[in-house]
T-cell receptor, first 108, second 116 residues
Framework: EDQVTQSPEALRLQEGESSSLNCSYTVSGLRGLFWYRQDPGKGPEFLFTLYSAGEEKEKERLKATLTKKESFLHITAPKPEDSATYLCATNYGQNFVFGPGTRLSVLP | GAVVSQHPSWVICKSGTSVKIECRSLDFQATTMFWYRQFPKQSLMLMATSNEGSKATYEQGVEKDKFLINHASLTLSTLTVTSAHPEDSSFYIC????????????FGPGTRLTVT
């Protein structure tokens, strides 16, 4: 069965304290690993797509990496405005399989 | 680019009435649109997939007669919740995909439905 898991479920960081979020997947025929940010009461905001193991993408304080079994979202020197739920998803057929998300809180 | 809008952003309706939610891709043509439902502190649950001009494909357990989906054009999909009940209260989010080998989905801001 295609599955996506994320860890940790919740993460509290002090401002400036770097960390990583994990997304593990068991999807055959992967055609993309996607990262989204979701703020409360809003739709997910697209961050990155990764297609092949070894690929990396960066945007401001965020860097996403991909291996054959998992993806990491590295957050460098986070700020309070980075607080959100981060969702990863893989696709099977036409559709997405979403992970449960990691709720990130960055304290000033 | 890749902006998706939803209307309304929130709606309150009485039990037994129907509510229509619109999803539009503003700056691209979407070959496929998706409708999700999200409960508090939970991830997104796919309800149905729709392709322009075709009948929607519903996920197992989603009542197609209750949640009517119309994908009339490459930029517009609508979700109608018929005979709404309080248990239909939820956050509904649509997404759109360009297609052609690009699997990225772009999400709308969501619609909060409250049924009283």
């Amino acid at each position: 069965e295609d599955q996506v898991t994320q860890s940790p479920e919740a993460l509290r960081l002090q401002e400036g304290e770097s960390s990583s979020l994990n997304c593990s997947y068991t999807v055959s025929g992967l055609r993309g690993l996607f990262w989204y940010r979701q703020d409360p009461g809003k739709g997910p905001e697209f961050l990155f797509t990764l297609y092949s193991a070894g690929e990396e993408k960066e945007k401001e304080r965020l860097k996403a990496t991909l291996t054959k079994k998992e993806s990491f979202l590295h957050i460098t020197a986070p700020k309070p405005e980075d607080s959100a739920t981060y969702l990863c998803a893989t696709n099977y057929g036409q559709n997405f399989v979403f992970g449960p998300g990691t709720r990130l809180s960055v304290l000033p | 680019g890749a902006v998706v809008s939803q209307h309304p952003s929130w709606v309150i309706c009485k039990s037994g009435t129907s509510v229509k939610i619109e999803c539009r891709s503003l700056d691209f043509q979407a070959t496929t649109m998706f409708w999700y439902r999200q409960f508090p502190k939970q991830s997104l649950m796919l309800m149905a997939t729709s392709n322009e001009g075709s009948k929607a494909t519903y996920e197992q357990g989603v009542e197609k007669d209750k949640f009517l989906i119309n994908h009339a054009s490459l930029t517009l999909s609508t979700l109608t919740v018929t005979s709404a009940h309080p248990e239909d209260s939820s956050f509904y989010i649509c997404s759109a995909r360009v297609g052609g080998g690009n699997y990225e989905q772009y999400f709308g801001p969501g619609t909060r439905l409250t049924v009283t």
